[in-house]
């Protein structure tokens, strides 16, 4: 494990468990009770955070920082995180975005927890159990004097709101009685006003220099069927509500956000209060703390943006490789270890930047570099012919096993059994790269040109002859000569120098597999900066599908597996997509060194 460095987070929480803040918490009945943490035993978690996604989409390498932060910060406390889905907005969340979810938390390697059950046996909270909470919390405030309806239009609702630096104005609602406030309330409830007739709002300060704080609306009027109480709503709790009393119920200690909500957080801080004086919530109250969000270079993070990509076609679906989603990436053949790695290394901020591209792709390098398996695939094959091979070794047909080790020597630890060793057969025809032959040879080159010695990687030491082309000038085979003797891991290995090591699969066993090389999905650092249209920034190359031949133990992976392809870089089996054996498809991952920004 890494050394984990301080941070606000760290410090917040560490000051909190020293001055024990929430060491008087007790469990109680379950949430949506008063008073709900006034009786029973000490919560034993020390820390409660929370990962509160709302399900109108999949999720993203952004949200994976923020999955990260809240159950990495919890784990290491003694204390634990809640998955709570944010479903207060009926009309863009769905099921399928709540099992994506489900999915991609638990793929990260995190499980969640609830009050008076332990992470693993726990299922996720939703907001829309808090329904009937929310709304009597709706109707203390109204009888407190702290919220009326208000039935201005929405455009005087909007003009009387002010600016900053001009005060707002009050809404010729805002005087009603309690009484006729309730009565109203519950004529929104019983569906007796129109959508968008009226909101009831919290009564604070229509002068306040935050625009947030001017009564902030708590509930509107919306005939829309929730994916999960169907109908039986008509009123729902605006997220600013919403949020902190879901925080509270559920005891949650830290409540972890984006900076996007620092001007919020006095609204917080209000209805926490109100709530404690109602006794519908007892202290303390959970507080809240905003961090910078993710932003990466050659990366959108905007749900909307991304199901545009979709929606459009740009990619194949949500988890096209190319997408910065959490199914995209582990597509794409990133691992939770690299992801959790990414999001330790780039820290948490108080203050917007943004992270390089490359940091991901070094923590998925650093992460497979001694675990992914090396194999040999020729991915722009053209066929060598070894035309002495009947005369050096009896016959065409014959062939003869190599074998080279599955890891290097540097990527086995002390005490570590190394895997078994591959193998593969060497014949009379081989493919090789195309670009491993030149006639006439470029200053410097060092492969294969006629009269050139190279070796075979972990087969032969071969002698160039030259090559046969088509009509059009292309070369159709490269002739060599095979130098018996000279096999890899043999006493006459060595017997001869070869300028070069080439990669290769022989005819005999190679199997042909399609190969997804994948590149960035944009040609700029900045794809949607400055109101630009981030379709234009499209890389037209980002995807080239080309047929290789690859080596038997690369074909017969499992779905998922991540390979080495020698001098190439990372490579996936395609978890959908491909067939072990006899349907091989993989995906380029990323090369073995940075090439962004170069
Ligand atoms: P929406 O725009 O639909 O509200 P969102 O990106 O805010 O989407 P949520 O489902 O509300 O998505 O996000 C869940 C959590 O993930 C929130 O706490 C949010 O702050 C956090 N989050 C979202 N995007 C990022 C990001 N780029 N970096 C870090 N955290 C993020
Ligand atoms: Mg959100
Ligand atoms: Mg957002």
Redesign the pocket.
Known sequence: AEHKVSNFLRQIIEKDLEQGTYASRRWAGSPGDAAHHAAGEPDPAKIRTR???????Y?????A???C??FGLAKEYGGVCHLRF?DTNPE?EDTEYVNSIIDAVKWLGFDWAQLGQAAGSAAPYQASDYFDFMYRAAEALIEAGHAYVDEQSAEDMRANRGDFGKPGVDSPFRSRTVAENLTRFREMKGGKLADGAAVLRAKIDMASPNINMRDPAIYRIRRATHHHTGDTWCIYPMYTFAHPIEDALEQITHS???L??EDQRPFYDWLMERLCECKLLAAPAPKQYE?????LTYVI????KLAQLVNESKVSGWDDPRMPTIVGLRRRGYTPESLRLFADRIGVTKSDSWIDYSTLEGCLREDLENKAHRGMAVLDPVKLVLTNWAEAFGSDGYTEDCSQPALPHSAIAEGQTPPADRTFLIGKEVWIEREDFEEVPPKGYKRLFPGNVVRLKGGYVIECTGCARDAAGNVTEVHAKVIPGTKSGTPGADSIKAKAAITWVSVADGVPAEVRLYDRLFAEAHPDAGGKDFLQSLNPDSLKVVTAYMEPSLAGAQPDQKFQFERFGYFVADRLDHVAGTKPVFNRVTGLKDSWGK
């Open positions: 990962f509160p996604p709302e399900p109108n989409g999720l993203h390498v952004g949200h920082k923020s999955i932060i809240n944010d863009k972890i956000c984006t996007e909500f961090f910078a969000r993710l932003n993070t905007s749900k909307r």
